[in-house]
C-alpha cells in the first residue's frame, strides 16, 4: 500500500539519522532483504514492512512501539522534513488549535493523495485542559506514530503535556484513545524566562 511505502522509506530515513547507515543495513540483512535503500514510488509486500518493523526491534534493542513512537515525533521535529511540520500547524496557532483541527486531517490527506491509506482521528474534549485524540485505522499496531507526532507538535508549540495512551483493538479494525493533559500551554516560553531571571 501507498501508506507501507511511505513507512518503509520514512524509517530508513528515521534509522539512517539517528543510529547510523550500518544498523539500518543490519537490519535489512536481518530481515532477508535484497536491498539497502526504499523508493517511495516502488510496490512492496505489506509483510515486507511487518518483518522490517521487527528486526529493527532485535538490532536497535527497542520495542516496535517505542520505535514507531519516536519515528512519529522524527516527522515533525527533523529539519529535512520541515513542509510536513508546516503542513500540520495550519491548524492553528496554539497546540489546542491544533487538537482541534485532527478532525480534518483524514479528508485532508485524502484529497491531497487518494490512494494513501491514513488514520481517522477525532477529539473529545472531556474537561477542561484534558482532550482525548481518538484513532482508527485498518492496520493494527501503528498508533504510536500519532502518539509520537502529538508529543512533537506539543513541544513544537511549546506547550508541556502528558500524555496517557488507552489502546484496544475491535473487530477489523485498530482503535486506541490517548489522553493529553495541558499542563503549561506557555511552558517553553516561561521556562525560558525563568531561566534570564535566575
Not at 8 to 35: I, P, T
Not at 145 to 152: A, C, E, N, Q, W
Not at 165 to 190: E, F, N, P
Request: proline share 3%; net charge negative; hydrophobic share 40%.
Amino acid at each position: 500500500t501507498a501508506m507501507h511505502r511511505m513507512l518503509n522509506r520514512g524509517l530508513q530515513n528515521f534509522v539512517h539519522d539517528f543510529y547510523g547507515a550500518n544498523r539500518w543495513e543490519e537490519a535489512c540483512l536481518a530481515a532477508d532483504l535484497s536491498f539497502y535503500s526504499f523508493e517511495s514510488m516502488l510496490h512492496y509486500d505489506d509483510d515486507l514492512t511487518a518483518r522490517l518493523l521487527e528486526t529493527l526491534s532485535i538490532v536497535l534493542d527497542r520495542s516496535k512501539s517505542d520505535i514507531l513512537e519516536d519515528f512519529g515525533t522524527y516527522v515533525v521535529s527533523h529539519e529535512n522534513l520541515a513542509p510536513i511540520r508546516g503542513l500540520l500547524r495550519f491548524g492553528g496557532a496554539t497546540f489546542v488549535d491544533f487538537l482541534h483541527s485532527l478532525d480534518d486531517v483524514h479528508s485532508r490527506m485524502k484529497v491531497a493523495m487518494p490512494t494513501l491509506e491514513v488514520p481517522k482521528l477525532s477529539l473529545e474534549v472531556r474537561e477542561k485542559e484534558l482532550y482525548s485524540v481518538h484513532y482508527e485505522f485498518s492496520k493494527p499496531g501503528y498508533w504510536p506514530v500519532i502518539l509520537g507526532v502529538l508529543r512533537g507538535m506539543a513541544d513544537d508549540y511549546g506547550t508541556l503535556v502528558t500524555i496517557d495512551k488507552v489502546s484496544k483493538t475491535q473487530g477489523t479494525l485498530d482503535r486506541a484513545r490517548m489522553d493529553i493533559r495541558l499542563v503549561d500551554a506557555r511552558w517553553r516560553r516561561t521556562a525560558h524566562i525563568r531561566r534570564m531571571v535566575s
